[in-house]
C-alpha cells in the first residue's frame, strides 16, 4: 500500500516561515513527480508546488512562486516545501502527492494527474 506521510504543518504569524516534508516508499518517490497542493475551506484543491523525478526540475504556483522552495531528498525518499513571508491566505490544508507515470520532466499541475494522496497537513497563518 502507497502511503505518503506528512509533517511540519502548524499555525503561523504573518510574515513567518515554515517547511513541510512528505516521506514515502522508495518504490513510489523514485520515479514519481512529487507535488504539493493545498485546500482552503470551500476552496478547490490547487497546485503549489511540484518537482520532477528525473530532474528535480521545480514548478511553481505564481502565487508562491517568491516564496517557496521545493525540493527532494533521495536518499530520505522525502520531499520538503519550505514557504517564507507567509500570508492569511496561504491558510489552508497541504497535501502532498505522486505522480507515478509523469512525462518525462513536465510538472503535472492538475489534480487528476497524481495517483498517490496523502492526509494532509493543516497550515494556519494568524494575521
Known amino acids: 500500500q502507497v502511503q505518503l506521510v506528512e509533517s511540519g504543518g502548524g499555525l503561523v504569524q504573518a510574515g513567518g516561515s515554515l517547511r513541510l516534508s512528505c516521506t514515502a516508499s522508495?518504490?513510489?518517490?523514485?520515479?514519481?513527480?512529487m507535488a504539493w497542493f493545498r485546500q482552503a475551506p470551500g476552496k478547490e484543491r490547487e497546485f503549489v508546488a511540484g518537482?520532477?523525478?528525473?530532474?528535480?526540475?521545480?514548478n511553481y504556483v505564481n502565487s508562491v512562486k517568491d516564496r517557496a522552495t521545493i525540493s527532494r531528498d533521495s536518499a530520505k525518499n522525502t520531499v520538503y516545501l519550505g514557504m517564507n513571508s507567509l500570508r492569511p491566505d496561504d491558510t489552508a490544508n497541504y497535501y502532498c502527492?505522486?505522480?507515478?507515470?509523469?512525462?518525462?520532466?513536465?510538472?503535472?499541475?492538475?489534480?487528476?494527474?497524481?495517483?498517490?494522496w496523502g492526509q494532509g497537513t493543516q497550515v494556519t497563518v494568524s494575521s
Open positions: 502527492a505522486a505522480d507515478r507515470e509523469p512525462l518525462g520532466d513536465y510538472v503535472e499541475t492538475a489534480v487528476g494527474a497524481y495517483d498517490y
Open positions: 522508495a518504490r513510489t518517490f523514485s520515479r514519481s513527480t
Open positions: 518537482s520532477s523525478w528525473s530532474s528535480g526540475r521545480p
